[in-house]
């Protein structure tokens, strides 16, 4: 399956009382290479498993794969992933005919802010909303593979 989504970062808290829904997500990497990434995640009461590939060349597409697991086994996982677990609130804000995902990062990340819209191509037009600030679609160090790696609280020093 592929994905295809746009990537921006938030310029205001204002995204929160647009908000439809809010899931904690705690989330690791068994493997972040640049080809392959597989990802174990909770996200509110589920929990996943996820394998996504190299990005297009644009950024804005890559494969994506994704099976539900059991908590239970998600939490065994991320014992076992990469340095650097990622802790976020994933707001949900409908816009139109697209949901926007606002991730608010935790921990080391603590201040990052990124909306991502899914897209059913690379050419789709979408409504912007108003704390919708600079496009980072492609830009590898806003990948939560990456944040695990490099936390965008070292990125100041």
């Known amino acids: 399956m592929m994905e295809i989504e746009r990537k921006f970062l938030v310029t205001s808290d204002d995204f929160k009382f647009e908000a439809e829904e809010k899931l904690r997500i705690k989330q ?7 080809d392959r990434a597989v990802r174990v995640r909770t996200k509110g009461a589920k929990a996943f498993i996820t ?20 908590t239970e086994d998600a939490e065994e996982l991320l014992k ?21 995902e606002v991730d608010e990062f ?10 991502e819209v899914e897209l059913s191509s690379e050419t789709e037009e979408f409504e912007k909303p108003e704390w919708l600030g600079k496009e980072v679609t492609g830009d ?17 020093k």
């Open 28 to 34: 690791g990497y068994l493997n972040s290479h640049p």
């Open 51 to 70: 394998v996504k590939g190299r990005s297009s060349e644009s950024g804005l597409s890559r494969f994506e794969w994704e099976k539900e697991i059991s």
């Open 80 to 100: 076992l992933c990469e340095p650097g677990i990622i802790d976020k609130a994933r707001y949900l804000i409908k816009l139109g005919q697209h949901t926007f």
């Open 106 to 115: 935790y921990g080391s990340n603590k201040g990052l802010i990124v909306a």
């Open 140 to 156: 590898n160090k806003y990948y939560n593979a990456q944040l695990c790696k490099e936390p965008y609280q070292n990125w100041k």
